[in-house]
């Protein structure tokens, strides 16, 4: 069974950083595309950041040049590092995964996940 655990989440001051963690089990990250979701108390979850199974990264234009995400094999782990955090990025943060080998066509849609941890708390205060 395919469960991702997300961690590293807190309370952080506007203009402060935050490294967020995505472990795996059941699936293999290096084969697989990962995402980072995010979503704020009455609003949809958005996309944020992805990266393929092929290396290539993938963000939102409002979190380009602070976030910045990476893989690590070894430990089967997604990390999205945050930094010059804002109010606006308040929100529950979620780590999604596909199936092996997808295309990259979908890695910025919710619907183009099959797999999704259960959040992970970030605030920032003003």
């Known amino acids: 069974q395919v469960q991702l655990v997300e961690s590293g989440g807190g309370l952080v001051q506007a203009g402060g950083s935050l490294r967020l963690s995505c472990a795996a089990s059941?699936?293999?990250?290096?084969?697989?595309?990962v995402g980072w979701f995010r979503q704020a108390p009455g609003k949809e979850r958005e996309f944020v950041a992805a990266i393929t199974w092929s290396d290539i990264s993938h963000y939102v234009d409002s979190v380009k040049g602070r976030f910045t995400i990476s893989r690590d094999n070894a430990k089967n782990t997604v990390y999205l590092q945050m930094n010059s955090l804002k109010p606006e990025d308040t929100a529950v943060y979620y780590c999604?995964?596909?199936?092996?080998?997808?295309?990259?066509?979908?890695?910025?849609?919710?619907?183009?996940?099959?797999?999704w941890g259960q959040g992970t708390q970030v605030t920032v205060s003003s």
């Open positions: 999604a995964a596909d199936a092996s080998w997808r295309s990259s066509a979908r890695v910025r849609v919710v619907g183009g996940y099959d797999y």
């Open positions: 059941g699936l293999t990250f290096s084969v697989s595309n």
